[in-house]
């Protein structure tokens, strides 16, 4: 029998609430019956607050359904043949009961049958962790739990459901980012399970959307990513992998090899999140990239000491590689890399006192200086038992807010239509001239238009 809890919809925000239950009751005039499943069951025990409902409607066909739904919302079909809904611009999301059948290999290869009268105890068992197959009547407040999936989250267990789990290689990547997010163990059969999976050539928006949600969401990455080790997944990665064993100097890294000081790091850089979805997400990656250059760069010198001489330029290759892996976003990987080549140099900077000059140089570098002490920030906490001092951090976030450059790269004052109306015509010349000018700007010898005209009219050609 199920369970009847106490108004679950309580913790689910108000426009949440009041849509699941308008849903509900639309489909039980039509003659169907709505569950809210998934995520967001599950979110609510697991105490945070869902964004978006999944529901699975009993008893009517896709058809049925949308004609229902186009009485009072906008519904598109995500794919007729999965029978799945989207409203339009609401947050929610409607499926059918379904079977799914592995018919060939990678995340298409499957036989799906849908079934408007399959009970849930059977449509759940196409789903993959028990923490998700979880249904909730809105209407009635009966839960219904056949695999367990509650006693898990009460143990924050995460465990697969059956043996279907192993048809879909992404759901390995799935238990990644759900082991970081909800602070969970993964169970000793799932992980054996995940070991025997291949990533059987995902495409690369599937693998992002994965590591997406871990860096924006994860809150304990270590767990994820040793669970990515402990499961042989690390070999899909060949550039993590190699951090595991390369050696550092203890001294400045008494907490172990690379791949552990990237772990403490990848947490450091969890807990100081900005809630900014783009910027945590290129501030992660490079994070998780910062130390890529070692283990090519490593060496014992003949005082027994190791050292990566140029590991950060040399961290450029790896990181391209790895992110290639993932995404084609030209933009994420072109402001991911200049973090990567200079994570070191908020420390070099203070150190060096350095001028305005080189901060503007490092601005036009790196994008955003903000962002690049994060970066410094993360590999300085990544020490453990280590408490370093970070000064370089607040000295170089003042320098670069009075240069005005902490969040930007300087923006040129003279321009090529400056040089039009000094009566130049576009051509090969303006390149090197507008160079020269740069230079100049970031070296502090002009700082607005009318100085800048007149370094402009020094640059001109005589005619």
Sequence with gaps: MPEILSNPLDSLPRELSSLAVELAK??????????????????????????????????????????????NYTCHEVGKAFGVLKLRSLPAELSLPRTEIKTGS????????????????????????????????????????????????????????GPAFSEDPLRVLRAMQFIARFNLNISPQTLSLCKSISMENLPPERLFEEWKKLLIKGNNLSAALNFLNDCNWLKY??????????????????????????????????????????????????????????PMTTVIGEDGR??????????EQPTRAFLSRLTNQ????????????RHLTPRTFYKDQAS?????????????????????????????????????????LKRA???????????????????????MKPGADFGPILKKCLEAQLDGIFDDLISGLDFLEKQLPIN
Excluded: Y
């Design 26 to 71: 639309v489909t039980k005039i039509a003659g169907g019956r709505l569950l809210l499943v998934g995520g967001s069951v599950r979110d609510l025990h697991l105490g945070s607050s869902p964004s978006e409902i999944d529901c699975e409607v009993q008893g009517l066909s896709i058809d049925q359904l949308k004609s229902t739904l186009s009485k």
């Design 106 to 161: 990678g995340h298409k290869g499957f036989s799906v049958d849908i079934d408007p009268d399959l009970p849930f105890s059977r449509s759940v068992q196409r789903r993959d962790f028990t923490i998700n197959a979880i249904g909730l009547d809105p209407l009635t407040n009966e839960l219904f739990d056949p695999t367990g999936g509650i006693a898990d989250i009460e143990k924050r267990l995460l465990r697969h459901i």
């Design 237 to 294: 990665f060949p550039e993590l992998l190699a951090l595991v064993g390369c050696e550092q100097e203890p001294e400045w890294h008494p907490e172990g090899d690379a791949w552990v000081h990237t772990l403490h790091c990848m947490d450091a850089f969890a807990r100081e999140r900005t809630g900014n979805e783009w910027e945590d997400l290129v501030v992660g990656f490079a994070v998780l990239c910062h130390d890529l250059g070692k």
């Design 306 to 315: 190791i050292r990566s001489p140029l590991h950060e330029p040399r961290g």
């Design 330 to 341: 030209v933009e994420l990987h072109e402001q991911v890399v200049p973090l990567v080549r």
């Design 356 to 396: 305005d000059g080189a901060i503007r140089r490092l601005a036009s570098k790196v994008k955003r200086i903000d962002r690049l002490v994060r970066v410094a920030a993360a590999d300085i906490a990544g020490r453990p038992p280590r408490n370093d001092e970070f000064p370089e951090g607040p000295w170089l």
């Design 401 to 423: 807010e009075e240069l005005k450059v902490k969040d930007s790269v300087p923006k040129p004052i003279i321009l090529g239509r400056h040089l039009i109306q000094k009566g």
